[in-house]
Nanobody, 122 residues
Framework: QVQLIESGGGLVQTGGTLRLSCAASGRTFSRYAMGWFRQAPGKEREFVAAISGSGIRRNYADSVKGRFTISRDNAKNTVYLQMNSLKPEDTAVYYC???????????????WGQGIQVTVSS
């Protein structure tokens, strides 16, 4: 069982930056691929970014490429999402997820955080 706790969300103006963190419990963090997903009001949950256990493999949604960066520190059991040049359309609840298989689709992930709100004002 893996517990995930997100932090770092909040309100920011267009063009601003935020860094989300996700702290994971357990001693096998490096075995898990980690993903960030988001869900805006009235929309389905969508993929944002993923990183493999080693950190070598990374994928991003087209909508965030060049603006967001996913990284991880296996010594701290933490994954990060650095978000730059934020836009109002980035407004959503952001979820951290962990899975034994690397994937860009939500059903492949086994564990989820409770989510954290990110609001970008125009």
């Amino acid at each position: 069982q893996v517990q995930l706790i997100e932090s770092g969300g909040g309100l920011v103006q267009t063009g601003g930056t935020l860094r989300l963190s996700c702290a994971a419990s357990g001693r096998t963090f490096s075995r898990y691929a980690m993903g960030w997903f988001r869900q805006a009001p009235g929309k389905e949950r969508e993929f944002v970014a993923a990183i493999s256990g080693s950190g070598i493999r990374r994928n991003y949604a087209d909508s965030v490429k060049g603006r967001f960066t996913i990284s991880r520190d296996n010594a701290k059991n933490t994954v990060y999402l650095q978000m730059n040049s934020l836009k109002p359309e980035d407004t959503a609840v952001y979820y951290c997820s962990a899975g034994t298989a690397y994937s860009v689709t939500a059903p492949e992930y086994d564990f989820w955080g409770q989510g954290i709100q990110v609001t970008v004002s125009s």
